[in-house]
């Protein structure tokens, strides 16, 4: 399976959304995320998401500690809040360091290249979300 090279993604204007408590309820595309990509994803170490989490990836030898283990992330959190989370963690955790994954306003220290764009695109973010969603264990 080919997966699309990450780095910021293509430059286009940020989808509206609306968050509603500790949530983003409505998808970002406005249909489902497809899962097997989402997971592709996660693994892919440019996308940095098992730099610090963890999880049922059995095939990556080296997988982060520094965030809560993804294993039953779709039991822990609704998919709005998945997707808050992969967003903009910054709204529920102004001293995270989890990146905010579609935002570009307001971030220090971002590279000139990152500047204006968002590190996943807008589908991107509803594939992670329709993965983690299916983690129940």
């Known amino acids: 399976m080919l997966l699309t090279v990450l780095g910021p993604a293509a430059a286009q204007a940020l989808r509206p959304y609306t968050v509603a408590g500790d949530a983003l309820p409505q998808s970002l595309t406005g249909t489902r995320g497809d899962a097997t990509r989402g997971r592709a994803l996660i693994v892919e170490r440019t996308s940095t998401c098992i730099l610090c989490h963890s999880g049922p990836f059995p095939e990556q030898a080296f997988q982060g500690d520094l965030a809560p283990n993804l294993s039953g992330s779709g039991s822990r959190w609704s998919e709005g809040q998945l997707r808050l989370r992969l967003v903009d963690a910054s709204r529920l955790n ?31 973010i509803e594939d992670i979300v329709a993965y983690l969603a299916t983690l129940r264990n």
């Open 94 to 124: 102004a001293s995270t360091i989890m990146p905010s994954y579609y935002r570009v306003d307001g971030l220090a220290r971002v590279g000139a290249s990152w500047r204006g764009k968002p590190i996943l695109s807008a589908e991107q």
